[in-house]
């Protein structure tokens, strides 16, 4: 029986997880205003890939 995402689904599993608490630490941090916290917080929730890479690009510098 093999496991999903492969031998190293795990390992990037891990990595996802720690590069979504870093964003959500850095976005709690930031400077900007309460609702944009909020909403970018909720995007990389909702969809951890996809809100990492939107937020990595458009996100409060």
Request: glycine fraction near 14%.
């Amino acid at each position: 029986m093999s496991m999903p995402g492969g031998p190293f689904g795990g390992i990037f599993g891990l990595l996802l997880l720690v590069a979504v608490i870093y964003a959500i630490v850095r976005i709690a941090q930031s400077g900007a205003d309460p609702i944009w916290k909020a909403v970018w917080i909720a995007a990389v929730i909702i969809v951890p890939v996809v809100g990492l890479i939107l937020w990595v690009l458009f996100g409060p510098k």
